[in-house]
């Protein structure tokens, strides 16, 4: 059995400022995490994943997320907010090297003031 | 590379009309197609999982005369909504894995459906 826990359903930061965005999975296999963004009215577009390969992982678009296997998380980061990252983040696990079993976090706004 | 189509974007139809959205993967051959519905301000609930030449699996909940799935071809997967009734206005996604690759699968634009 796996889950997916999005810490936050909403976050609002200012345009420059750093993004966190929460995820805590449980997951009976040795995981593969995903984060995907989605902006209204669009499809997923994947972000970044993780593998078991490097613990830290980069993304497209300056995103970043670190797998805490002792934490059972993998916050999606970055640096500093633009204004068109503003949409829908979901964080998704999936049993590694299994990618039929995707499971969806609960999704987290995020917004990005000027 | 990997990109995935839906067609159409959008569709309005009659309560009781029945309703085909295509899904294609453009430039790689997918031996598994996916179909998730999101409902307004909510996460992607998996509906069924597609198989070229093969039955869709259906998840729990999900009834398979209703939502017909086909997966003729490596490149193209249908749902069709059958008898459409308005509750099942939604969000339709599908996604399609590249074949021999484990992990991750590459989403369409979605399909807004809007039944009346």
């Known amino acids: 059995a796996q889950s997916v826990t999005q810490l936050d359903s909403h976050v609002s930061v200012s345009e420059g400022t750093p993004v966190l965005l929460r995820c805590n999975y449980s997951s009976s296999y040795s995981p593969s995490l995903f984060w995907y963004v989605q902006h209204p009215n669009k499809g997923l577009q994947l972000l970044l994943k993780?593998?078991?390969?490097?613990?830290l992982v980069k993304g497209i678009n300056g995103f970043e997320a670190e797998f805490k296997k002792s934490e059972t998380s993998f916050h999606l980061t970055k640096p500093s907010a633009h204004m068109s990252d503003a949409a829908e983040y979901f964080c998704v696990v999936s049993p590694n090297n299994a990618g039929n079993m995707l499971t969806f976090g609960g999704g987290t706004r995020l917004m990005v003031k000027p | 590379g990997a990109v995935v189509s839906q067609h159409p974007s959008r569709v309005i139809c009659k309560s009781g009309t029945s309703v085909k959205i295509e899904c294609r993967s453009l430039d790689f051959q997918a031996t598994t197609m996916f179909w998730y519905r999101q409902f307004p301000k909510q996460s992607l609930m998996l509906m069924a999982t597609?198989?070229?030449?093969?039955?869709?699996?259906?998840e729990q909940g999900v009834e398979k005369d209703k939502f017909l799935i086909n997966h003729a071809s490596l490149t193209l997967s249908t749902l069709t909504v059958t008898s459409a009734h308005p509750e099942d206005s939604s969000f339709y996604i599908c996604?399609?894995?590249?074949?021999?690759?484990?992990?991750?699968?590459?989403f369409g634009p979605g399909t807004r459906l809007l039944v009346l």
């Open positions: 993780y593998t078991s390969a490097a613990t």
């Open positions: 996604s399609a894995k590249l074949a021999g690759a484990q992990e991750t699968q590459y």
């Open positions: 597609s198989n070229e030449g093969s039955k869709a699996t259906y």
